[in-house]
């Protein structure tokens, strides 16, 4: 009873861990902090909820130690509790990319709608610096880590901003992830305005834990 009363309070505490993950919107919040701090009001802005609805998943992601907290003034900022949180988070990730047929016929059909911008892994990516790296995130996010020698213009100042972009080079366009639309975006306007233009399906995160497995928390 004693090997027995063990293992069902372990596996009982994992379940309860697990439950953390078990909402759409958590998982997108996961996602997002993954790039870095954000207020409350910032994460129901971007996941299209209300304040108070994220304030609760929030709370219930803080209570499973997936997110931490700071406060700066008036406002509560949060971020994934370290390089654990997004690692659980990118497994899960990919294994519904690799298994879960929903997960791949969505993202198939968006991308045809999308007029099917070309994507690359790391792995596939050319040798020989005839690439620019371009963040298409917003600029917080960028500072808030980023691929080296990246250059940052968010998504809603690339139309105004072609200019300043080689087209000798292959430009190679990443977001937040597989799941995140603003690199086909930005391919899309790329590849109509005359560029080599691709888009990396991983985020700078995947790019270090590949490289050096390091995480700055």
């Given at each position: 009873m004693e090997k027995r009363a063990f293992k069902d309070s372990i596996y009982t505490a994992i379940a309860g861990l697990?439950?953390?993950?078990?909402?759409?919107?958590?998982l997108e919040i996961l996602d997002l902090l993954a790039n870095g701090e954000k207020t409350v009001e910032q994460i129901a802005t971007q996941t299209a909820i209300t304040v108070a609805n994220a304030s609760h998943h929030l709370q219930l992601l803080r209570n499973a130690h997936l997110v931490k907290s700071r406060r700066e003034g008036n406002f509560i900022r949060y971020s994934l509790n370290g390089r654990k949180a997004y690692v659980a988070w990118k497994a899960l990730r990919d294994l519904a990319l690799e298994q879960e047929p929903a997960v791949q016929l969505t993202l198939q059909q968006f991308r045809q709608k999308m007029d099917g911008p070309?994507?690359?892994s790391v792995e596939a990516l050319p040798a020989g610096g005839q690439v620019l790296f371009l963040d298409v995130r917003p600029a917080d996010e960028?500072?808030?880590?980023?691929?080296?020698?990246?250059?940052?213009?968010?998504?809603?100042?690339?139309?105004?901003?072609?200019?300043?972009?080689?087209?000798?080079l292959t430009i190679i366009a990443y977001c937040r992830g597989p799941f995140c639309t603003l690199a086909d975006e930005a391919v899309q306007l790329l590849m109509a305005n005359g560029f080599d233009a691709v888009r990396l399906e991983?985020?700078?995160?995947?790019?270090?834990?590949?490289?050096?497995?390091t995480w700055k928390n």
């Open positions: 697990t439950k953390a993950f078990g909402s759409a919107n958590r070309r994507s690359r960028f500072a808030a880590g980023h691929l080296p020698d990246a250059c940052s213009i968010p998504m809603e100042e690339l139309p105004e901003r072609l200019g300043e972009l080689p087209r000798h991983e985020t700078y995160l995947d790019h270090k834990l590949q490289t050096d497995g």
